[in-house]
Each structure stands twice: as C-alpha cells, then as structure tokens.
C-alpha cells in the first residue's frame, strides 16, 4: 500500500497512543490506539479498494449497521478476498472490536480505566496495524 495521509496519521497515533500510557493518560491511550486502526481501515476503503469518502457515506447510510462497524465489515471482507489472507481477516474481526470496546470503556463508561486496560489497547495497534498495512 503506498503511502497517504491516513496511513501517516494511524502511525503517528500508535506513537501517542505510548506516550500517552507512559505517562499514565490511559483513557486517552485508547482513543488513539482505536483511531490508529480506524484510519487504516479508512487508507485501505480508499487506496486498496478504490472507493471514496462520499461512497462511505453513502453507504454507510444504507446500512443498518454503525459507521465503523459498517467500514470494519467491508475491508474485512475485501481482505478475507485475497489468497492466504483468512488468518488476518479472523484476526481483524476478532481483535479490531475488542479495541473497540476498550475505547468505549476508555471514555464513555463509569469506571476506571487503570494501566492494564491502557497498555492493553496500546498492544492491539501493534499487532493490527502491520496487518493492515499488506492491505
């Protein structure tokens, strides 16, 4: 995949995502570390399948779905399209939502979200996005 602004950005946000948990801002570190894999599933929309923002929302719009669950399933399927791919489509799906739900917890639940939860959704990034990039 060649390089665009939202593949920059997704690498910049890993990169906050550890500075944030390393200075103990672990809500904040899951924002990032969500987004991080968001934007690539985004680079991937565009770049790799051809599709564009207006289609996104269009379909999204359609959709009965949520806007990033609508955007995971899509390039999730596209990839799981590709020989020898199965094993990071399985990944992504299984991972990505868990990700997901750490972010939630992280800023829309009444509870603490501690260094575990933090570093937590700081490694999931590490492990998706280098997936995501062969996309």
Not at 15 to 33: I, M, Q, R, S, V
Not at 49 to 57: H, I, Q
Not at 68 to 91: G, M, W
Request: proline residues 4%.
């Amino acid at each position: 995949m060649r390089n665009s602004p939202l593949r920059d950005k997704s690498e910049m946000l890993v990169a906050a995502g550890d500075l944030l948990c390393n200075n103990g801002y672990y809500a904040a570190a899951a924002h990032a570390a969500y987004y991080s894999c968001h934007q690539m599933l985004k680079c991937i929309w565009m770049n790799s399948m051809g599709k564009s923002d207006d289609e996104l929302g269009v379909d999204m719009s359609q959709s009965q779905r949520g806007s990033h669950e609508y955007l995971l399933n899509c390039v999730v399927t596209f990839i799981s399209s590709k020989p020898t791919a199965y094993s990071d489509a399985r990944q992504l799906r299984n991972e990505i939502p868990q990700l997901k739900k750490l972010r939630v917890d992280a800023g829309y639940s009444d509870t603490i979200f501690d260094s575990e939860k933090g570093r937590n959704a700081i490694e999931l990034p590490k492990r998706l996005v280098p997936i995501l990039k062969k996309y």
